[in-house]
Structures are given as structure tokens and as C-alpha cells.
């Protein structure tokens, strides 16, 4: 079992920054891709970012392309999401994901998900 953990969440004006973390403890943390996906209210669990076992590989979705960079540091356990020129539209619950499958865009790959951490772009 993968336990993750997020933090790093929070209220930022149009055009700020944040930067998620996401730890795991349990399992080798470097046999798992990982990846972000975020849920705004009323709207569907959405991919942001994935990140491959060994950090090499990357995708991002279109939104969030040029702006978002994740990176995973196996020996710390943890998995990050550099947020640059955020948007009201980036508001949403931030959630981080592990799956062993490697790089996949759709939720129903990941066996493992944190609790979520709020991020909220002021206009």
C-alpha cells in the first residue's frame, strides 16, 4: 500500500505561483509513475501532469502546458507541481496519484490517491 500525502495548497491572486508537494511512504516510491489530476466543484476529476518512475518522462494536458512542471525526487519520496501564472480557472482540488502501469492520463490507472489540498486563484 502507497500512502500520499499534499501539501502545499492555497489562496493566490491571478498570475501567482505555487508549488505542491506530495509524499509517499509505504512501497518503493520509485516503482511508480505519478501524476496530479485536480476536481473544481461540479465538475469531473480532470488529468493535469504525469510523471514517469524514474522522472525522464513527462505529459501534460494542454491547459496547463508552459505554465505547470512537475518533478519527482525518489530519493525524498515526493513529487512536486510548480504552478506559474495561475489562472481563476486553476481553482480546484488538487490531487497527487501513483500507478505502477507507468504514464497514463486516466484515473482509472491509479490504485493510490492522496486527500487533495485546495488551490484558489483570486481574479
Known amino acids: 500500500q502507497v500512502e500520499l500525502v499534499e501539501t502545499g495548497g492555497g489562496l493566490v491572486q491571478a498570475g501567482g505561483s505555487l508549488r505542491l508537494s506530495c509524499t509517499a511512504s509505504?512501497?518503493?516510491?520509485?516503482?511508480?509513475?505519478m501524476a496530479w489530476f485536480r476536481q473544481a466543484p461540479g465538475k469531473e476529476r480532470e488529468f493535469v501532469t504525469t510523471?514517469?518512475?524514474?522522472?525522464?518522462?513527462?505529459v501534460y494536458a494542454t491547459s496547463v502546458k508552459g505554465r505547470f512542471t512537475i518533478s519527482k525526487d525518489n530519493a525524498k519520496n515526493t513529487v512536486y507541481l510548480q504552478m506559474n501564472s495561475l489562472k481563476p480557472e486553476d481553482t480546484a482540488v488538487y490531487y497527487c496519484?501513483?500507478?505502477?502501469?507507468?504514464?497514463?492520463?486516466?484515473?482509472?490507472?491509479?490504485?493510490?490517491w492522496g486527500q487533495g489540498t485546495q488551490v484558489t486563484v483570486s481574479s
Open positions: 496519484a501513483a500507478t505502477s502501469y507507468g504514464i497514463q492520463t486516466m484515473p482509472r490507472f491509479y490504485a493510490h
Open positions: 509505504g512501497r518503493t516510491f520509485s516503482n511508480y509513475a
Open positions: 510523471i514517469s518512475r524514474g522522472g525522464a518522462n513527462t
